[in-house]
Protein backbone atom coordinates (compact mmCIF):
# COMPACT_ATOMS: atom_id res chain seq x y z
CA UNK A 1 0.00 0.00 0.00
CA UNK A 2 1.14 3.69 -0.81
CA UNK A 3 1.62 6.22 1.51
CA UNK A 4 -1.20 7.95 -0.45
CA UNK A 5 -2.93 4.98 0.07
CA UNK A 6 -2.74 4.36 3.73
CA UNK A 7 -3.71 8.09 3.89
CA UNK A 8 -6.77 7.66 2.30
CA UNK A 9 -7.92 4.69 4.14
CA UNK A 10 -6.81 6.76 7.66
CA UNK A 11 -8.88 9.43 6.96
CA UNK A 12 -12.26 6.94 5.88
CA UNK A 13 -11.34 5.63 8.85
CA UNK A 14 -11.87 8.80 11.39
CA UNK A 15 -15.13 9.19 9.00
CA UNK A 16 -16.54 6.19 10.21
CA UNK A 17 -15.82 6.84 13.67
CA UNK A 18 -18.54 7.39 15.90
CA UNK A 19 -18.01 11.08 17.21
CA UNK A 20 -18.35 12.34 12.94
CA UNK A 21 -21.43 9.39 12.15
CA UNK A 22 -24.36 11.72 13.39
CA UNK A 23 -22.49 13.61 10.26
CA UNK A 24 -23.16 17.34 12.39
CA UNK A 25 -19.59 18.52 11.12
CA UNK A 26 -20.37 17.43 7.45
CA UNK A 27 -23.98 19.47 7.62
CA UNK A 28 -21.76 22.34 9.10
CA UNK A 29 -19.27 22.29 6.40
CA UNK A 30 -21.85 22.22 3.72
CA UNK A 31 -23.12 25.52 5.52
CA UNK A 32 -19.61 27.04 5.30
CA UNK A 33 -19.67 26.57 1.43
CA UNK A 34 -22.80 27.87 1.43
CA UNK A 35 -22.13 30.88 3.38
CA UNK A 36 -19.05 31.63 1.20
CA UNK A 37 -21.37 31.46 -2.09
CA UNK A 38 -19.35 28.28 -3.12
CA UNK A 39 -21.98 26.16 -4.17
CA UNK A 40 -23.34 28.43 -6.74
CA UNK A 41 -22.28 28.87 -10.50
CA UNK A 42 -20.54 26.84 -13.51
CA UNK A 43 -17.38 26.48 -10.59
CA UNK A 44 -19.45 24.75 -8.40
CA UNK A 45 -18.03 22.71 -5.70
CA UNK A 46 -18.63 19.13 -4.75
CA UNK A 47 -20.66 18.14 -1.35
CA UNK A 48 -17.46 15.99 -0.80
CA UNK A 49 -15.93 14.92 2.78
CA UNK A 50 -12.57 14.55 1.93
CA UNK A 51 -9.91 16.55 0.14
CA UNK A 52 -8.04 15.21 -2.69
CA UNK A 53 -4.35 14.62 -1.10
CA UNK A 54 -1.30 14.39 -4.27
CA UNK A 55 1.79 13.48 -2.56
CA UNK A 56 5.15 16.13 -2.91
CA UNK A 57 6.52 13.85 -4.88
CA UNK A 58 3.69 13.63 -7.39
CA UNK A 59 3.55 17.89 -6.95
CA UNK A 60 7.04 18.09 -8.24
CA UNK A 61 6.90 15.72 -10.91
CA UNK A 62 3.72 17.79 -11.83
CA UNK A 63 5.89 20.91 -11.54
CA UNK A 64 8.44 19.65 -13.81
CA UNK A 65 6.42 18.23 -16.62
CA UNK A 66 4.15 21.12 -16.85
CA UNK A 67 6.62 23.58 -17.64
CA UNK A 68 8.64 21.28 -19.82
CA UNK A 69 5.27 20.84 -21.81
CA UNK A 70 4.85 24.85 -21.38
CA UNK A 71 7.99 25.37 -23.02
CA UNK A 72 7.40 22.85 -25.87
CA UNK A 73 3.87 24.44 -26.49
CA UNK A 74 5.16 27.89 -26.55
CA UNK A 75 7.56 26.71 -29.33
CA UNK A 76 5.48 24.80 -31.20
CA UNK A 77 3.10 28.14 -30.71
CA UNK A 78 5.38 30.61 -32.23
CA UNK A 79 6.06 28.14 -35.35
CA UNK A 80 2.88 27.74 -36.02
CA UNK A 81 2.11 31.74 -36.17
CA UNK A 82 5.40 31.71 -38.75
CA UNK A 83 4.83 28.49 -40.91
CA UNK A 84 1.31 28.82 -42.60
CA UNK A 85 1.12 24.75 -43.63
CA UNK A 86 1.41 24.43 -39.79
CA UNK A 87 -0.93 26.98 -38.99
CA UNK A 88 -3.28 25.50 -41.29
CA UNK A 89 -3.08 21.94 -39.52
CA UNK A 90 -4.81 23.75 -36.40
CA UNK A 91 -8.26 24.20 -38.25
CA UNK A 92 -8.70 27.47 -37.34
CA UNK A 93 -11.81 29.48 -38.23
CA UNK A 94 -10.81 32.10 -40.56
CA UNK A 95 -12.34 34.65 -37.95
CA UNK A 96 -9.84 32.76 -35.48
CA UNK A 97 -6.77 33.06 -37.84
CA UNK A 98 -7.37 37.03 -38.04
CA UNK A 99 -7.54 37.81 -34.12
CA UNK A 100 -4.32 34.99 -34.14
CA UNK A 101 -2.24 37.24 -36.18
CA UNK A 102 -2.81 40.65 -33.96
CA UNK A 103 -0.17 41.83 -32.40
CA UNK A 104 -1.24 41.74 -28.56
CA UNK A 105 1.68 44.10 -27.58
CA UNK A 106 3.36 41.82 -24.95
CA UNK A 107 5.66 39.04 -25.65
CA UNK A 108 3.91 36.27 -23.72
CA UNK A 109 2.00 33.72 -26.08
CA UNK A 110 0.14 32.46 -22.95
CA UNK A 111 -0.32 34.72 -19.16
CA UNK A 112 -2.32 32.42 -17.61
CA UNK A 113 -3.40 28.47 -18.23
CA UNK A 114 -4.02 25.12 -17.06
CA UNK A 115 -3.35 21.62 -18.22
CA UNK A 116 -5.91 18.83 -17.16
CA UNK A 117 -3.73 16.33 -15.35
CA UNK A 118 -4.61 12.25 -15.14
CA UNK A 119 -2.71 9.90 -12.90
CA UNK A 120 -2.68 6.60 -14.24
CA UNK A 121 -0.89 3.63 -12.92
CA UNK A 122 1.91 5.76 -11.20
CA UNK A 123 2.43 7.97 -14.38
CA UNK A 124 0.58 11.22 -15.62
CA UNK A 125 -0.84 12.41 -18.93
CA UNK A 126 -1.88 15.62 -19.61
CA UNK A 127 -5.27 14.84 -21.91
CA UNK A 128 -5.63 18.99 -22.57
CA UNK A 129 -4.22 22.12 -22.42
CA UNK A 130 -6.89 25.35 -21.85
CA UNK A 131 -5.66 29.54 -22.03
CA UNK A 132 -7.50 31.66 -19.35
CA UNK A 133 -8.17 31.70 -16.02
CA UNK A 134 -7.08 28.47 -13.95
CA UNK A 135 -10.18 26.64 -12.73
CA UNK A 136 -11.53 27.81 -9.84
CA UNK A 137 -7.96 29.64 -8.30
CA UNK A 138 -10.13 31.99 -6.08
CA UNK A 139 -12.46 29.17 -4.51
CA UNK A 140 -9.74 26.67 -4.24
CA UNK A 141 -7.99 29.09 -1.81
CA UNK A 142 -11.57 29.55 0.06
CA UNK A 143 -12.15 26.11 0.21
CA UNK A 144 -8.54 25.02 1.41
CA UNK A 145 -9.22 27.27 3.96
CA UNK A 146 -12.42 25.76 5.17
CA UNK A 147 -11.44 22.20 5.14
CA UNK A 148 -8.10 22.88 6.97
CA UNK A 149 -9.34 23.76 10.12
CA UNK A 150 -12.63 21.02 9.96
CA UNK A 151 -12.07 18.85 13.44
CA UNK A 152 -11.63 15.41 11.43
CA UNK A 153 -8.72 17.27 10.02
CA UNK A 154 -7.16 18.67 12.19
CA UNK A 155 -7.36 14.84 13.99
CA UNK A 156 -5.48 13.92 10.19
CA UNK A 157 -2.94 16.41 10.51
CA UNK A 158 -1.70 14.54 13.88
CA UNK A 159 -0.41 12.00 11.17
CA UNK A 160 0.18 13.51 8.20
CA UNK A 161 1.71 17.38 7.13
CA UNK A 162 -0.80 19.04 4.35
CA UNK A 163 0.37 22.12 2.76
CA UNK A 164 -2.67 24.33 1.15
CA UNK A 165 -2.43 25.51 -2.13
CA UNK A 166 -3.61 28.75 -3.71
CA UNK A 167 -2.61 31.40 -5.95
CA UNK A 168 -4.52 34.41 -6.69
CA UNK A 169 -1.46 36.14 -5.60
CA UNK A 170 1.02 34.90 -8.81
CA UNK A 171 -2.43 35.62 -10.82
CA UNK A 172 -2.23 39.15 -10.07
CA UNK A 173 1.38 39.00 -10.58
CA UNK A 174 1.15 37.50 -14.05
CA UNK A 175 -1.44 40.01 -15.10
CA UNK A 176 0.60 43.09 -13.98
CA UNK A 177 3.87 41.79 -15.37
CA UNK A 178 1.81 41.67 -18.99
CA UNK A 179 0.49 45.09 -18.75
CA UNK A 180 3.48 45.92 -17.87
CA UNK A 181 4.97 44.89 -20.58
CA UNK A 182 2.16 46.42 -22.63
CA UNK A 183 3.47 49.71 -21.88
CA UNK A 184 1.13 51.30 -19.83
CA UNK A 185 1.99 53.62 -17.06
CA UNK A 186 -1.44 54.09 -15.38
CA UNK A 187 -2.05 52.41 -12.71
CA UNK A 188 -4.58 49.99 -14.04
CA UNK A 189 -8.42 49.51 -13.81
CA UNK A 190 -9.09 45.64 -14.24
CA UNK A 191 -12.26 43.88 -15.84
CA UNK A 192 -12.66 40.05 -15.25
CA UNK A 193 -14.21 39.81 -18.51
CA UNK A 194 -17.04 36.62 -18.39
CA UNK A 195 -19.49 35.17 -21.17
CA UNK A 196 -22.84 34.82 -19.27
CA UNK A 197 -25.51 32.54 -20.36
CA UNK A 198 -29.44 33.67 -21.35
CA UNK A 199 -30.35 32.87 -18.15
CA UNK A 200 -27.28 34.24 -15.80
CA UNK A 201 -28.63 36.94 -14.07
CA UNK A 202 -26.00 37.38 -11.53
CA UNK A 203 -22.02 37.04 -11.73
CA UNK A 204 -20.27 34.10 -11.40
CA UNK A 205 -19.11 34.32 -7.58
CA UNK A 206 -15.67 32.57 -8.45
CA UNK A 207 -14.69 36.09 -10.53
CA UNK A 208 -16.23 38.53 -7.98
CA UNK A 209 -14.10 36.61 -5.65
CA UNK A 210 -11.18 37.28 -8.01
CA UNK A 211 -12.21 41.02 -8.53
CA UNK A 212 -12.37 41.55 -4.62
CA UNK A 213 -8.94 39.84 -4.21
CA UNK A 214 -7.57 42.40 -6.93
CA UNK A 215 -9.51 45.00 -5.01
CA UNK A 216 -7.50 44.22 -1.78
CA UNK A 217 -4.31 44.63 -3.28
CA UNK A 218 -5.24 47.87 -4.54
CA UNK A 219 -6.71 47.44 -8.26
CA UNK A 220 -9.99 48.87 -9.26
CA UNK A 221 -11.46 45.46 -10.11
CA UNK A 222 -14.86 45.05 -12.44
CA UNK A 223 -16.97 41.91 -13.56
CA UNK A 224 -18.31 42.35 -16.65
CA UNK A 225 -19.85 41.35 -20.04
CA UNK A 226 -18.85 41.28 -23.43
CA UNK A 227 -22.63 42.76 -24.18
CA UNK A 228 -22.02 46.07 -21.57
CA UNK A 229 -18.69 47.05 -23.26
CA UNK A 230 -18.44 50.19 -25.29
CA UNK A 231 -15.58 51.63 -27.03
CA UNK A 232 -14.80 55.61 -27.74
CA UNK A 233 -12.65 58.41 -27.88
CA UNK A 234 -9.72 55.42 -27.77
CA UNK A 235 -11.16 53.99 -24.25
CA UNK A 236 -13.29 50.86 -23.70
CA UNK A 237 -15.71 51.15 -20.80
CA UNK A 238 -18.21 49.46 -19.08
CA UNK A 239 -21.00 52.11 -18.65
CA UNK A 240 -18.56 54.46 -16.75
CA UNK A 241 -16.23 52.36 -15.55
CA UNK A 242 -12.87 52.68 -18.07
CA UNK A 243 -10.56 49.66 -18.86
CA UNK A 244 -7.04 49.57 -19.09
CA UNK A 245 -7.05 45.21 -18.04
CA UNK A 246 -8.79 42.89 -19.23
CA UNK A 247 -8.59 39.38 -17.84
CA UNK A 248 -10.77 37.17 -20.43
CA UNK A 249 -12.66 34.67 -19.19
CA UNK A 250 -14.48 33.34 -22.42
CA UNK A 251 -13.05 31.50 -25.02
CA UNK A 252 -13.03 32.70 -29.01
CA UNK A 253 -15.46 30.11 -29.95
CA UNK A 254 -17.90 31.70 -27.31
CA UNK A 255 -17.12 34.91 -28.01
CA UNK A 256 -17.84 34.37 -32.33
CA UNK A 257 -21.10 32.53 -31.57
CA UNK A 258 -22.08 36.15 -30.19
CA UNK A 259 -20.49 38.99 -31.75
CA UNK A 260 -18.45 39.22 -34.95
CA UNK A 261 -15.05 41.53 -35.57
CA UNK A 262 -16.57 44.78 -35.58
CA UNK A 263 -17.09 44.38 -31.41
CA UNK A 264 -15.73 47.26 -28.72
CA UNK A 265 -13.19 44.81 -27.67
CA UNK A 266 -11.76 43.54 -31.11
CA UNK A 267 -11.23 46.92 -32.13
CA UNK A 268 -10.32 48.69 -28.65
CA UNK A 269 -7.70 45.32 -28.71
CA UNK A 270 -6.32 46.13 -32.26
CA UNK A 271 -5.86 49.40 -31.38
CA UNK A 272 -3.41 48.50 -28.60
CA UNK A 273 -6.43 50.60 -25.93
CA UNK A 274 -6.75 47.70 -24.05
CA UNK A 275 -3.86 44.70 -22.73
CA UNK A 276 -6.01 41.82 -22.59
CA UNK A 277 -4.93 38.47 -20.53
CA UNK A 278 -5.15 36.29 -22.67
CA UNK A 279 -4.73 37.52 -25.89
CA UNK A 280 -6.65 36.26 -28.94
CA UNK A 281 -3.64 34.71 -29.90
CA UNK A 282 -2.81 32.37 -26.60
CA UNK A 283 -6.49 30.37 -28.55
CA UNK A 284 -3.59 28.49 -30.69
CA UNK A 285 -3.44 26.47 -27.78
CA UNK A 286 -6.92 25.87 -26.84
CA UNK A 287 -7.17 23.37 -29.80
CA UNK A 288 -6.38 20.01 -29.24
CA UNK A 289 -4.53 19.76 -32.60
CA UNK A 290 -2.15 21.65 -30.52
CA UNK A 291 -1.13 17.79 -29.48
CA UNK A 292 -0.84 16.97 -33.15
CA UNK A 293 1.65 18.81 -33.49
CA UNK A 294 3.60 18.67 -30.21
CA UNK A 295 3.47 14.25 -30.82
CA UNK A 296 5.00 15.00 -34.50
CA UNK A 297 8.45 13.85 -34.37
CA UNK A 298 9.72 15.06 -37.46
CA UNK A 299 8.35 18.38 -36.29
CA UNK A 300 9.67 18.51 -32.40
CA UNK A 301 13.06 16.69 -33.05
CA UNK A 302 15.28 19.92 -32.32
CA UNK A 303 12.97 20.61 -29.85
CA UNK A 304 15.30 20.59 -25.86
CA UNK A 305 15.82 17.05 -24.27
CA UNK A 306 13.75 17.83 -21.34
CA UNK A 307 10.81 18.98 -23.70
CA UNK A 308 10.98 15.74 -26.16
CA UNK A 309 10.67 13.54 -23.08
CA UNK A 310 7.94 15.74 -21.16
CA UNK A 311 5.97 15.30 -25.04
CA UNK A 312 7.04 11.49 -24.91
CA UNK A 313 5.88 10.69 -21.10
CA UNK A 314 2.87 12.72 -20.63
CA UNK A 315 1.10 13.55 -24.05
CA UNK A 316 -0.70 10.80 -25.76
CA UNK A 317 -0.36 10.38 -29.75
CA UNK A 318 -2.59 12.72 -31.33
CA UNK A 319 -3.72 12.80 -34.84
CA UNK A 320 -5.97 15.38 -36.25
CA UNK A 321 -8.37 13.42 -38.25
CA UNK A 322 -8.52 13.84 -42.20
CA UNK A 323 -8.09 11.53 -45.27
CA UNK A 324 -4.04 11.24 -45.04
CA UNK A 325 -1.34 9.22 -44.58
CA UNK A 326 0.67 10.08 -40.76
CA UNK A 327 2.85 8.13 -38.28
CA UNK A 328 2.34 5.81 -35.53
CA UNK A 329 5.44 4.44 -33.40
CA UNK A 330 8.16 5.33 -36.33
CA UNK A 331 6.17 3.43 -38.85
CA UNK A 332 3.43 4.79 -41.46
CA UNK A 333 0.12 4.26 -41.63
CA UNK A 334 -3.52 5.30 -43.74
CA UNK A 335 -4.72 7.57 -40.59
CA UNK A 336 -8.79 6.39 -41.55
CA UNK A 337 -7.76 2.87 -41.97
CA UNK A 338 -5.93 3.23 -38.46
CA UNK A 339 -8.47 4.26 -36.65
CA UNK A 340 -10.86 1.52 -37.98
CA UNK A 341 -8.96 -1.30 -36.63
CA UNK A 342 -7.28 -0.10 -33.58
CA UNK A 343 -10.85 0.97 -32.00
CA UNK A 344 -10.33 -0.61 -28.77
CA UNK A 345 -7.43 1.87 -27.94
CA UNK A 346 -8.54 5.12 -29.42
CA UNK A 347 -10.91 7.56 -28.48
CA UNK A 348 -12.39 10.64 -31.44
CA UNK A 349 -12.44 14.17 -29.35
CA UNK A 350 -14.03 17.45 -31.30
CA UNK A 351 -10.77 19.75 -31.81
CA UNK A 352 -12.28 22.81 -29.79
CA UNK A 353 -12.09 21.81 -26.14
CA UNK A 354 -15.19 23.86 -25.90
CA UNK A 355 -17.20 22.32 -28.40
CA UNK A 356 -20.57 20.94 -28.23
CA UNK A 357 -19.79 17.87 -30.00
CA UNK A 358 -19.38 14.46 -28.24
CA UNK A 359 -16.02 12.48 -27.58
CA UNK A 360 -16.51 8.24 -28.71
CA UNK A 361 -14.60 6.27 -26.92
CA UNK A 362 -13.62 3.05 -29.03
CA UNK A 363 -13.67 0.37 -26.42
CA UNK A 364 -17.25 1.66 -25.17
CA UNK A 365 -18.45 1.72 -29.41
CA UNK A 366 -19.42 -1.10 -31.44
CA UNK A 367 -17.59 -1.58 -34.85
CA UNK A 368 -20.83 -0.32 -36.58
CA UNK A 369 -21.15 2.71 -34.13
CA UNK A 370 -16.90 3.25 -34.58
CA UNK A 371 -17.32 3.42 -38.10
CA UNK A 372 -20.33 5.84 -37.84
CA UNK A 373 -18.13 8.29 -35.29
CA UNK A 374 -15.29 7.99 -38.03
CA UNK A 375 -17.93 9.53 -41.25
CA UNK A 376 -18.58 12.48 -37.79
CA UNK A 377 -15.46 13.25 -37.11
CA UNK A 378 -14.06 13.23 -40.94
CA UNK A 379 -16.84 15.85 -41.39
CA UNK A 380 -16.21 17.81 -38.74
CA UNK A 381 -12.95 18.92 -37.02
CA UNK A 382 -12.18 16.10 -34.43
CA UNK A 383 -9.01 14.53 -33.56
CA UNK A 384 -8.02 10.69 -32.47
CA UNK A 385 -5.84 10.24 -29.55
CA UNK A 386 -4.36 7.14 -27.53
CA UNK A 387 -6.73 6.13 -24.96
CA UNK A 388 -5.65 6.67 -21.59
CA UNK A 389 -6.28 4.41 -18.97
CA UNK A 390 -8.16 6.61 -15.68
CA UNK A 391 -8.25 5.37 -12.16
CA UNK A 392 -11.35 6.16 -10.11
CA UNK A 393 -10.71 7.38 -6.64
CA UNK A 394 -13.42 6.94 -3.53
CA UNK A 395 -14.40 9.72 -2.05
CA UNK A 396 -16.94 10.21 0.96
CA UNK A 397 -19.99 12.62 0.03
CA UNK A 398 -22.79 14.01 1.41
CA UNK A 399 -25.75 12.91 -0.78
CA UNK A 400 -29.35 14.04 0.73
CA UNK A 401 -28.56 14.25 4.41
CA UNK A 402 -26.56 10.88 4.47
CA UNK A 403 -22.63 9.82 4.26
CA UNK A 404 -22.13 8.23 0.50
CA UNK A 405 -19.26 6.92 -0.85
CA UNK A 406 -18.43 7.57 -4.98
CA UNK A 407 -15.89 6.62 -7.08
CA UNK A 408 -14.57 9.80 -8.97
CA UNK A 409 -12.62 10.71 -11.94
CA UNK A 410 -9.63 13.42 -11.16
CA UNK A 411 -8.61 15.65 -12.50
CA UNK A 412 -5.28 17.25 -11.13
CA UNK A 413 -5.29 21.21 -13.13
CA UNK A 414 -1.75 22.75 -12.51
CA UNK A 415 -1.93 26.55 -12.36
CA UNK A 416 0.02 27.83 -14.92
CA UNK A 417 1.41 31.97 -14.69
CA UNK A 418 3.95 32.84 -17.38
CA UNK A 419 5.12 29.12 -17.50
CA UNK A 420 5.53 28.70 -13.84
CA UNK A 421 3.15 26.09 -12.26
CA UNK A 422 2.27 27.80 -8.23
CA UNK A 423 -0.74 25.68 -7.02
CA UNK A 424 -2.89 23.61 -8.63
CA UNK A 425 -6.73 22.17 -8.07
CA UNK A 426 -8.50 18.90 -8.38
CA UNK A 427 -11.81 18.87 -10.97
CA UNK A 428 -13.90 15.42 -9.76
CA UNK A 429 -16.43 13.70 -12.09
CA UNK A 430 -18.82 10.87 -11.20
CA UNK A 431 -16.79 7.27 -12.22
CA UNK A 432 -19.65 5.92 -12.66
CA UNK A 433 -21.79 4.83 -15.12
CA UNK A 434 -24.47 6.75 -17.27
CA UNK A 435 -25.44 9.95 -17.04
CA UNK A 436 -24.35 11.31 -14.18
CA UNK A 437 -24.25 15.82 -13.60
CA UNK A 438 -21.99 15.03 -10.12
CA UNK A 439 -18.91 17.25 -11.19
CA UNK A 440 -16.93 20.20 -9.46
CA UNK A 441 -14.14 21.37 -7.10
CA UNK A 442 -12.70 19.73 -4.20
CA UNK A 443 -9.98 20.71 -2.01
CA UNK A 444 -6.21 19.89 -2.90
CA UNK A 445 -3.35 19.15 -0.03
CA UNK A 446 -0.05 18.17 -0.65
CA UNK A 447 0.47 15.35 1.51
CA UNK A 448 3.56 14.17 3.72
CA UNK A 449 4.00 11.88 6.71
CA UNK A 450 5.04 13.22 9.95
CA UNK A 451 9.01 12.26 11.17
Avoid at 174 to 203: D, S
Avoid at 221 to 236: K, N
Wanted: with cysteine; net charge positive.
Amino acid sequence: MTQLDEAVARYHKLVELDRYKDLQWAEALRDQIKGNKLAQGSQQVLPVLRPHFITRRQYASLVRASEALLSAIDRVKRLALSTPALLSRMELLPAEKMLAAVDPRYPFTAVTSLLDTQFSNGSLYFMKFNVGAPAGVASSEVLGDIFYNLPIMKEFRKRYELTKVGGTKHLLSALLQAYKAFGKKRHPRIAILEFRQPFQVTQTNEYLLLAETFRKAGYPAEVVSPDQLEYRGGVLRSGDYEIDLIYRRLTVQEFLVRFDLSHPLVKAYKDGAVCMVNSFRAELAHKRAIFDLLTDESLTAGFPAAERKAIKDHIPWTRVVSATRTTYKDGAVDLPDFIVKNRETLVLRPNDIGADQHAFIGSETDEKGWERALRTAMRYSYVVQERVETKSVPFPLLQYGSLEIRNMQVDVQPHIYLGKVYDCSSWLTDASSGFSTLAGLAPTFILESKS
